[in-house]
């Protein structure tokens, strides 16, 4: 390999530490390095390629668009790409939900959208203080890491990081504790010492955090318990949304209606960078350029993101067959970690956002490492690392999904074979 990478590159590098090749090229599910080796890809751009790589049917869409010089960069300006996106966004998606949430669109990074929900919680309310959860992760810019739980990305802010207070995430002590029921007491005791949110922010499934899933009766009760007190619900789907928990946002299936969403990484459809927050109308009281950015006006994510909800989203084809391939998958995962010992791995997750939570993050490191061995990309996720995540494109085929999970399953038994024997 050459040396440039070690030569010039900084030393903030992360995945290219776990998976020491040179990628050329890639397709569908799959990855090829210079020497045109294939590794099946279960970690789809973290989430960023839920429709493949070089999908198609939104290559097609983009090349014809740039072939024709259609707009690259507009700022906020009105274009031809934006309004189609926008149209479709809204008839086949927003209106088949009940939906109606106002379009902002931020700069093309989720956090940037996560910093955008919480300035409009706070402008709109007047209050400073932002509710967050255990175990969450919102970004890395000053704003949403605040918002995050986890030391390794706040410990590098150099600054203190305030206007946050975290409470329990759902089942985060057992069932035995109603950690809603705990914000409650916290909310309406004058001497809690919280200072009454602008808004709380969540993920339904927390992706970064180690697979957790938020109960459907959690998340209403959460939602009812914001309307009470006059707090805005912020519900960021920028790894969960855009069909990964099997519906297009990850809150569906709980009959919840956030006042803010915030939507990135598979929004695009293509990997182009692509973000939005969507507002309840009487939300939306910015000024104009208030809150802005040079590379809002990505026309070609708007291109690439409009043909994947034409495709995709017209009719609920595709979100059957995804559901289908969900339980597959959790059905392998499920037969996978029963053959062990829960203290030492069991299933975790929900919707294609699901893996193997290990005793600790070294078992999931070699895991995940012995899988590389055998060309299946796929990486940890939680506090300590501690859980085998997988986060294959949607369209990956039934057989692809299976010849992954059994190299999986594969580096689970050698892993744990090498790791039993020691303890004998």
């Known amino acids: 390999m050459t040396d440039i990478f070690k030569d010039i590159e900084s030393e903030v590098q992360s995945y290219a530490r776990a998976f020491p090749v040179i990628f050329d090229r890639a397709q569908g599910a799959y990855l090829y390095d210079t020497d045109d080796k294939a590794y099946l890809d279960f970690l ?78 706070r402008n709109v309310t007047g209050r400073h203080n932002i509710v967050a959860f255990t175990n969450g992760f919102h970004g890395v810019s000053l704003g949403a890491m605040a918002a995050t739980g986890n030391s390794h990305h706040r410990d590098a802010s150099g600054i203190p990081l305030g206007g946050v207070t975290h409470v329990p995430y759902s089942n985060y002590m057992g069932e035995e504790l109603d950690t809603v029921k705990l914000l ?48 805005i619900l912020i519900v960021d789907d920028i790894q969960a949304g855009c069909g990964r928990s099997g519906n297009f946002f990850s809150f569906e299936e709980s009959g919840i209606k956030p006042d803010l969403v915030t939507l990135s990484k598979s929004l695009s459809g293509y990997g182009l960078p692509f973000a939005v927050t969507l507002i309840k109308p009487e939300y939306d009281t910015w000024k104009p350029g208030e809150h802005n950015g040079t590379f809002r006006g990505n026309n070609h994510a708007f291109v690439t993101a409009n043909a ?85 494109p949607l369209i990956i085929t039934m057989e692809e999904l299976d010849k992954g999970l059994d190299i999986l399953e594969e580096a689970v038994a050698h892993t744990f074979q090498k790791e039993l024997s020691i303890a004998s």
């Not at 409650?184 to 602008?198: C, F, I, M, R, T």
């Not at 490191?365 to 300590?384: M, N, P, Q, R």
Request: aromatic share 6%; proline share 2%.
């Open 44 to 121: 789809a751009g973290a989430g960023t390629l839920n429709y493949g790589h070089n999908n198609p049917v939104l290559k097609k869409a983009l090349l014809e668009y740039i072939e024709r010089d259609g707009i690259a960069h507009g700022l906020d300006m009105h274009t031809s790409a934006k309004e189609e996106f926008l149209t479709n966004l809204n008839e086949l998606i927003f209106k088949p939900r009940d939906l109606n949430y106002m379009v902002q669109f931020t700069g093309p990074t989720g956090t940037n959208a996560v910093e955008a929900a919480l300035k409009i919680a």
């Open 184 to 231: 409650e007491n916290l909310l309406e005791d004058s001497s809690s010492g919280l200072d009454k949110p602008a808004a709380v922010i969540l993920e339904t499934i927390q992706g970064e955090g180690g697979l957790n899933v938020a109960s459907n009766e959690w998340l209403r009760a959460i939602e009812k318990l914001c309307r009470k007190h006059e707090i």
């Open 308 to 392: 994947a909800l034409k495709e995709y989203w017209s009719d609920d084809t595709f979100e059957k067959d995804v559901q289908k391939k969900i339980a597959h998958l959790t059905t392998r995962l499920k037969k996978i970690a029963g053959k062990y010992d829960k203290k030492l791995i069991k299933q975790k997750g929900r919707g294609f956002m699901q893996g193997l939570e290990c005793r600790d993050g070294d078992l999931a490191g070699k895991i995940c490492k012995y899988s590389f061995s055998k060309s299946l990309v796929i990486e940890t996720s939680g506090a300590d690392s501690q859980v085998v995540k997988c986060l294959c």
